[in-house]
């Protein structure tokens, strides 16, 4: 995938890209970024710190079973600043057409459309893999990714347990 540059409505300039492999310490310091109640909005926790190998998991996809994708700022030059979202996909199983979804945006940059480019990329890169469903599961106090996620298909509950929703997208 090439790196895709984007001007959002808000005038923000962003660049859309795969997470470099030597991107954990990047993702790491990132999760540390979140706020705590963004944190446990992604990861059902307030941790802030995650193992090597957690982190790497994300890091080393290969595009066709997993792919993380990063969106960074971008300065007048062009270059990039900072990155500020990351979204992954996994697929459930080698050849499935369902891969399980995720997303985290920076406080600062929730509601400027980070998401929705960023989502909307992944998407397409799912499709062109072969992927024709994400799967899920949300807060069922985070009301804004499930309306996040129906930008880009369409959402079905599949059930709620323990304050969660289990979802599906068809893409």
Same mark, same amino acid.
């Given at each position: 995938?090439? +790196? =895709?540059?984007?001007? $959002? ?11 470099? #492999? ?10 540390? =970024? ?36 990063? &969106?960074?700022?971008?300065?007048? +030059? ?9 979204? !992954? ?8 057409? %369902?891969?399980?979804? &995720?997303?985290?945006?920076?406080? /600062?940059? !929730? ?7 960023? $989502?909307?990329?992944?998407?397409? !890169?799912? =499709? @062109? ?8 599961? %949300?807060?069922?106090? +985070?009301? @804004?990714?499930? #309306? ?5 298909? =369409?959402?079905?509950?599949?059930? %709620? /347990?323990? &304050?969660?929703?289990?979802?599906? $997208?068809?893409?």
């Amino acid at each position: 995938m090439e +790196n =895709k540059v984007v001007r $959002l409505e808000s005038g923000l300039e962003i660049v859309i890209r795969p997470i470099m #492999r030597d991107g954990v310490a990047r993702l790491a310091e990132g999760i540390r =970024k979140l706020s705590p109640r963004s944190r446990q909005m992604r990861f059902f926790s307030t941790r802030e710190l995650y193992s090597e190998a957690e982190l790497r998991h994300v890091v080393e996809a290969d595009g066709v079973g997993a792919l993380t994708l990063v &969106a960074a700022t971008l300065d007048e +030059n062009g270059e990039e600043i900072d990155s500020v979202a990351a979204a !992954h996909f996994f697929r459930e199983a080698p050849g499935a057409d %369902c891969a399980e979804v &995720a997303i985290a945006v920076l406080d /600062a940059y !929730h509601r400027l459309g980070v998401g929705t480019v960023l $989502l909307t990329e992944l998407a397409e !890169h799912a =499709k @062109a893999v072969g992927i024709r469903r994400w799967s899920g599961i %949300c807060s069922t106090d +985070n009301v @804004a990714i499930l #309306r996040l996620i129906a930008k880009v298909g =369409k959402v079905e509950l599949l059930r %709620c /347990a323990s &304050a969660t929703y289990h979802f599906e $997208l068809r893409l």
